[in-house]
């Protein structure tokens, strides 16, 4: 990246910050003085927010506003902060109760980030560090997230390429369809040595006040001490715990369950 590029991001973040005075709205004019830029500049750079949402022009003053993009942007913020004071106490209870490292993940683009986490008090654990990124494809919290994406969005990810980590990884459209079907179906989903031989994980749903399916909580372990069995015992455990992190958040569980039987 060159330093022009690096001074037009500067300005522009500068140019967005302008409007945290929350007036109405605010002309090019004065926008170039108070940042202390050319017209012309800062005319480009509202063209280019704009086009991405995050500024808009008011047609009756003709100064700009923040987009709506801002605002979402700021939904967004708002949900991840509110997931880790949520998480927080659940994901504790969930380590203490399967002994078992326990973490947040949520769904950035084809990868998961765990914005949370809190370790197995075993000598032989894994170690994923909070904002470790991974392929959403071959980890349990991926499938869970990919699971209940919108269809549109689903079938845009299956359609593109995916790395085979191993020789477990699903990277069969088809195959990894079925499966997520089945993930939605059951409420969790597992993978054993399919991102690193030797490592499984299970992972069930956290919905946010609308139902909607934001993050995902899992345990992960040594395949050698998280075989079939374990796997099986801890997935109701793990399914509760993605429902009380849910409720903390606001969804009523009972209130979607009575609202689909209307």
Do not use: F, I, M, Y
């Given at each position: 990246m060159t330093d022009a590029t690096l001074s037009t991001v500067r300005n522009a973040a500068r140019l967005l910050k302008a409007f945290l005075t929350r007036e109405e709205s605010i002309g090019v004019s004065?926008?170039?003085?108070?940042?202390?830029?050319?017209k012309s500049g800062v005319h480009r750079l509202l063209t280019t927010l704009a086009a991405e949402?995050?500024?808009?022009?008011?047609?009756?003053?003709g100064g700009y506003r923040l987009g709506i993009v801002v605002f979402e942007l700021g939904e967004a913020v708002k949900v991840h902060m509110d997931l880790h004071a949520a998480a927080g106490p659940v994901l504790a209870h969930l380590r203490d109760q399967t002994g078992e490292s326990s973490q947040i993940g949520v769904l950035d683009g084809d990868e998961v980030v765990y914005v949370d986490r809190l370790e197995s008090a075993h000598s032989l654990r894994l170690f994923t560090?909070?904002?470790?990124?991974v392929p959403a494809h071959?980890?349990?919290?991926?499938?869970?997230?990919?699971?209940?994406l919108p269809e549109p969005e689903r079938e845009a990810f299956l359609a593109r390429p995916m790395a085979r980590l191993t020789p477990h990884t699903v990277v069969d459209p088809a195959v990894l369809r079925a499966?997520?079907?089945s993930v939605?179906?059951?409420?969790?989903?597992?993978?054993?040595?399919e991102r690193e031989i030797g490592v499984a994980s299970i992972a069930a749903p956290i919905r946010d006040i609308h139902g909607d399916v934001v993050a995902a909580v899992s345990i992960g372990a040594p395949a050698a001490r998280f075989g079939t069995v374990p796997r099986r015992r801890f997935a109701r455990d793990l399914v509760e715990a993605g429902e009380a992190v849910g409720r903390r958040l606001g969804w009523n569980p009972e209130l979607a369950a009575r609202g689909r039987e209307a």
């Open positions: 004065e926008l170039a003085r108070r940042l202390d830029l050319g949402g995050l500024v808009e022009q008011d047609p009756r003053t560090e909070t904002g470790r990124r071959c980890t349990s919290s991926g499938k869970v997230l990919l699971a209940h499966e997520l079907a939605r179906a059951r409420g969790w989903a597992e993978a054993v040595d």
